[in-house]
């Protein structure tokens, strides 16, 4: 770290915060695999696939004396289809973590279900200066395309000295199609 001049910060470990950014990475990285409690009693939605599952017996959640309520929102690692369906290793998550982080997929691509619609519900009710993901996504869309559009087409251009013309659309669908 030092040799290539990155600050040197003292490890965070146990700080919420740094729980806080280890779920959010996880849930970038695994965002499908998320369930949800339905009825409170530890009975979990997977909402992908939309079976019912239920907390490992040797999960950490479970061993505990006394024994706590059952987190409502958990990501999971692995799913087992068995007479007894499982899900192990569990964290517990912020539904508002998935609609910040991977908006593209729960609030557009997720099947209908009442999952979506807490989420779709729990979006609108997010203050806007919090930057929903959604909104940065879309901005960046946009700025790509703009982009985009005063990128030169590279067979347009090869034989021009100065190699950065802009496009209009004509040009874009030759670039396309060729």
């Not at 949800?36 to 061993?63: C, E, I, K, M, W």
């Not at 289809?81 to 729960?106: G, W």
């Not at 901005?139 to 802009?166: A, F, I, L």
Request: proline share 9%; aromatic share 6%; charged share 20%.
């Amino acid at each position: 770290m030092q040799r290539i001049e990155l600050p040197v910060s003292p490890p965070a470990f146990g700080q919420p915060s740094n729980a806080n950014n280890i779920k959010r990475a996880l849930i970038s990285g695994y965002f499908l695999k998320v369930a949800r409690d339905v009825d409170g009693s530890g009975n979990y939605l997977l909402l992908t696939h939309r079976h019912v599952a239920h907390l490992h017996p040797f999960s950490g959640y479970l061993s505990r004396r006394p024994q706590p309520r059952p987190p409502s929102w958990v990501l999971y690692h692995e799913f087992t289809i068995s007479q007894n369906n499982c899900i192990r290793t569990v964290s517990e998550i912020q539904p508002e973590m998935l609609v910040d982080l991977a908006p593209q997929y729960y609030l557009g691509n997720l099947p209908t279900s009442e999952g979506k619609d807490l989420l779709m519900e729990l979006r609108h009710r997010l203050p806007p200066q919090q930057g929903l993901g959604l909104e940065r996504e879309e901005q960046e869309v946009e700025q790509e395309e703009e982009e985009g559009d005063r990128v030169g087409c590279p067979e347009e251009n090869q034989g021009s000295s100065s190699g950065s013309e802009p496009r209009n659309q004509s040009s874009t669908e030759l670039c396309v199609l060729q």
